[in-house]
């Protein structure tokens, strides 16, 4: 009889040990026993129905099946993004709040606007990457260039006579044409527009001589002839447009790039697990056969950073911003 008692407490003892391990494990996955716990809302800078907007709430659908919760998008675009800033800023570090941002505009923030003290790991924690996107060199259908390098040489001819637009003043396009314009040294006229339908007409015509754009945001010229890519301007070609040679490949400067980036952030002190467990389901959610249809549309890259690696890319963004703000003076606040 002792040995069966014996035998019994071990049998139970492992069985316990077994459904500990399993529970321990279910809430690795989860990132914490309480998350999610309830829906989770995606305050994001981008208007409804804009790229960024809509392949987030691709991935949301993805992420609410697996949370087994609603995942909520808030769009909350204007006041330089601020508005979605502030908002999730005040949410509890939970994880059930995640500010999705152009990572590129919120770098160069604490730049441009100096008098607000905003930094943005003071703020947030990273969490992740939902894709990149590369940039082209637009111009009209019927412009005299055949490559960058005519560009460049017109604007070296002529200082302050080309110009190039973008969708305003500090946006990650203003930012990323002055970097390209300095790498070049040459001096070419900025022309903001209030909006990215304004500006690609306005190159589209003519009356604007160039701008940086992403495929999502030209294509409708581009494959209405009413534009064309001089290059992409980073250091491969694009396999879905081979024929789009590199910045460099056109005779632009090299080791200049110029992309968009976009990213998700928890409010301040959101454990870590939690964020962890966002970065690797949102991952598999890119990774989904779903979400990489929609993808490819646009030509959206996924972006495979950890949070880790994502604090460490936006700290040198914001140390890159911080050289062409100077440069050209340009201020916000």
């Known amino acids: 009889m002792a040995l069966l008692a014996h035998r019994y407490l071990a049998a139970s003892v492992l069985t316990a040990a077994l459904a500990l391990a399993f529970v321990g494990g279910a809430e690795a996955d989860t990132g914490g026993p309480s998350f999610p716990s309830k829906p989770v809302t995606i305050l994001t800078t981008f208007s409804a129905g804009s790229g960024p907007d809509t392949m987030m709430r691709a991935v949301g659908e993805v992420l609410s099946a697996k949370w087994k919760q609603p995942v909520l998008i808030d769009n909350r675009p204007g006041g330089a993004g601020f508005i979605a800033i502030n908002a999730a800023k005040a949410a509890a570090p939970d994880g059930h709040t995640i500010l999705m941002h152009d990572g590129d505009a919120m770098s160069a923030l604490p730049t441009l606007f100096k008098s607000r003290n905003f930094r943005v790991f003071d703020s947030f924690e990273p969490a992740g990457a939902l894709y990149s996107t590369p940039f082209f060199v637009v111009v009209a259908a019927s412009s005299p260039w055949k490559n960058v390098g005519d560009l460049l040489a017109a604007a070296k001819a002529k200082p302050d006579a080309v110009t190039y637009g973008t969708w305003g003043v500090g946006t990650t396009a203003h930012l990323q044409s002055a970097m390209l314009e300095t790498a070049a040294g040459v001096q070419m006229l900025h022309v903001p527009y209030k909006e990215m339908g304004q500006l690609y007409t306005a190159v589209s015509t003519g009356e604007t001589d160039w701008a940086l754009g992403a495929m999502a945001s030209t294509q409708s010229v581009y494959e209405g002839g009413r534009v064309k890519y001089l290059a992409i301007a980073r250091s491969r070609r694009l396999s879905s447009l081979p024929n789009v040679p590199t910045l460099a490949e056109a005779g632009g400067p090299p080791n200049v790039e110029a992309s968009g980036v976009v990213v998700l952030l928890t409010p301040k002190n959101t454990p870590a697990a939690i964020n962890d467990r966002i970065n690797r389901d949102v991952k598999a959610a890119v990774d989904s056969p779903e979400v990489q249809a929609r993808f490819k549309t646009f030509n959206f890259e996924a972006v495979s950073w950890t949070p880790q690696e994502l604090r460490r890319q ?20």
């Not at 936006?314 to 606040?333: E, H, S």
């Open 314 to 333: 936006l700290d040198a963004k914001a140390a890159g911003y911080q050289g062409v703000v100077a440069r050209y003076n340009i201020k916000l606040d």
